[in-house]
């Protein structure tokens, strides 16, 4: 039975979060989740009339949300491409020889539909969640040119090693330049990237569970001067969005879009070299994980090692926490990976692998 009050558990409960999802979305379409949450008549109704589940023994999570899909144009950015992005900036040289490069952010307001119908009021670096994933190789030198074209005051705290004033801290830098970067302001944070491995950058104002799951982050990649194999690479942060406001999430995503690597199964080569950067930058809750189906992989926490410290299927990650995911696909066809924290895989985070000879 429902709970009275709607909630994410509430829907989970009538396995039906996802084709819920998209029955609210029908039923109150262009409004807010949290607007959509609150028609709790519709819901229950559906609910109880057997409108959201497949086949009454739980919800098809394959399913998704069937043939409805967010508009990826408006919003911006499409987590498929998402996917192999990497932006390793502007490049020259600096006296002596090293590799300088740069990028511009801006921090923007922005509706982002993070499910079909439903929008969200997000913050973000350069009009996308999550941010571009800046790559360089070890002691090149970086330099990121943050514009804060946001309402709020913003900036960005990269992890890795840097003076205090390029740190994003609120409060550190100030009559220096730094410190939180108000409205319009401009700053320029430059440091050496190292050390090598996956690593994250976000937004460090207060309250900052806010500016977190407002959509304020991305992953940094630096790579070893050695570079490692070959292989198809790609970058999964792992988020999610407080639609209602209520400090927990509603739907959980890999890059954002729940299920969208349901509807488009990231494609990969039989017997090739897969490598994944995974990053945990989902907010409110303790922990997140990675689970891959019919398959293990070579684990590198947080990516400062070239060996391995894990053969597994399935890694946890809290806030924050990152590391290097390594693996080739045995077989051909279709296989899984999701959040081995069910409620998750339930409301989004989940997708598939389709492996080509
Ligand atoms: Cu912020």
């Not at 439903?118 to 514009?147: K, L, S, V």
């Not at 005051?153 to 890795?160: P, S, V």
Request: proline letters at 5%; hydrophobic letters at 40%.
């Amino acid at each position: 039975m429902l709970s009275k009050k709607l909630t994410r558990r509430g829907l989970i409960a009538t396995g039906a979060a996802a084709p819920a999802l998209a029955a609210l979305h029908e039923a109150v379409p262009h409004q807010g989740l949290h607007r959509a949450f609150g028609s709790e008549q519709h819901a229950a109704a559906n609910a109880q009339s057997g409108h959201f589940g497949h086949s009454g023994s739980g919800m098809a999570i394959h399913d998704g949300f069937g043939e409805a899909s967010v508009d990826h144009a408006a919003n911006g950015f499409n987590p498929s491409d998402v996917l192999r992005d990497f932006d390793y900036g502007r490049t020259s040289k600096l006296p002596g020889g090293r590799t300088l490069r740069e990028w511009t952010v801006v921090a923007q307001d922005k509706e982002i539909e993070v499910a079909p119908g439903i929008t969200y009021p997000a913050w973000t670096y350069n009009g996308r969640i999550p941010g571009p994933t800046f790559r360089a190789t070890e002691g090149d030198r970086m330099r990121i040119r943050f514009t804060n074209g946001s309402e709020h005051a913003h900036t960005m705290h990269f992890h890795g090693f840097h003076p205090d004033l390029m740190d994003g801290m609120p409060g550190i830098g100030e009559g220096r330049g730094g410190g939180a970067i108000e409205t319009g302001e401009t700053f320029v944070y430059e440091f050496d990237a190292e050390p090598f491995g996956v690593h994250l950058y976000h937004c460090h104002t207060m309250p900052l569970a806010e500016h977190l799951a407002k959509g304020l982050y991305g992953a940094m990649i630096i790579d070893p001067k050695e570079p490692r194999a070959e292989a198809d690479e790609m970058v999964m942060v792992m988020n999610g969005f407080d639609t209602n406001f209520d400090g927990e999430n509603e739907i959980y995503a890999v890059n954002s879009i729940p299920f969208h690597y349901v509807e488009e199964p990231i494609r990969v080569k039989r017997g090739e070299l897969t490598r994944i950067y995974l990053v945990n930058l989902l907010e409110f809750d303790q922990i997140n994980s990675f689970h891959v189906h019919a398959n293990f992989f070579d684990y590198y926490p947080t990516g400062t090692r070239l060996e391995p410290a894990d053969f597994t299927d399935t890694v946890i990650q809290g806030q924050g926490q990152r590391g290097i995911v390594e693996l080739r696909f045995p077989f051909a066809g279709r296989f899984m990976f999701h959040a081995h924290k069910t409620e998750f895989a339930e409301l989004g985070w989940i997708g598939f692998f389709e492996v080509e000879e």
